[in-house]
């Protein structure tokens, strides 16, 4: 079965502090795979997708196929990360551009 | 920009109402979504639509259904309200290029209370 795993529901850092945000999927095949965010009173948004292998807002993630994970990692976290984080899974079979969310991990940077 | 509006922020009804949520984008999208967001659970796809007048169910499609008559606008229907259909409903668009996944846009949500 097609399923992604965040197994912190809550993670708290103080500014300055690196952050890992824990991604594992389920997927025989090669998924795509995204990080989306949500701001407090903001609309869920993309933050970065695992095939354009960029840096966004100081967050970098790295698909590991063996460990069927894709972590979110920034080296120092900032009050303004604050928010909820969501990683997903776009199967590359069955058309549609569907996403599979995983139940999320809220962020909480303290200053 | 990609914009995808929700008709309501807040709507709050009763056990056995009949709701509309209706979404709108501007881009012209071939794909729309509905997900319900509830703590704990993440976003769960109730129904999406690759076309007008087309749709598929998602992962938890009971208990509501879809319309989709103009390609900007994709509605979610409720035919009988209950107390456990409280959420938060997000819908999100997306465009379709081929073989390659494109982004999916959000709208802001509505928080649905039923009593």
């Known amino acids: 079965a097609q399923r992604v795993t965040q197994p912190e529901k809550l993670l708290s850092v103080f500014k300055g502090a690196p952050v890992e945000l824990k991604c594992n999927y389920s997927?025989?095949?090669?998924?795509?795979l995204f990080w989306y965010v949500q701001y407090s009173r903001q609309r869920l948004q993309l933050l970065l997708r695992?095939?354009s292998r960029e840096s966004i807002k100081g967050f970098t993630a790295d698909l590991n196929k063996g460990e069927t994970s894709f972590h979110l990692k920034k080296p120092f976290a900032q009050e303004e990360d604050s928010a909820m984080y969501y990683c997903a899974l776009n199967p590359l079979s069955g058309g549609y551009n569907k996403l599979i969310f995983g139940a999320g991990t809220r962020l909480a940077v303290h200053p | 920009d990609v914009k995808v509006t929700q008709s309501s922020r807040y709507l709050v009804k009763r056990t056995g109402e009949k709701v509309f949520l209706e979404c709108v984008q501007d881009m012209d999208h071939e794909n729309m979504f509905w997900y319900r967001q509830d703590p704990g659970l993440g976003l769960r796809l109730i129904y999406f639509?690759?076309?007008?007048?087309?749709?598929e169910k998602g992962d938890i499609p009971e208990g509501y259904s879809v319309s989709r008559e103009k390609k900007e606008r994709f509605s979610l229907i409720l035919e009988s309200a209950s107390t456990n259909q409280t959420s938060m409903y997000l819908c999100a668009s997306s465009l379709y290029s081929g073989g390659i996944k494109e982004t999916q846009y959000f709208g802001p949500g509505t928080r649905l209370l039923v009593l």
């Open positions: 639509s690759y076309d007008v007048k087309m749709k």
């Open positions: 695992h095939i």
């Open positions: 997927y025989s095949g090669s998924p795509e």
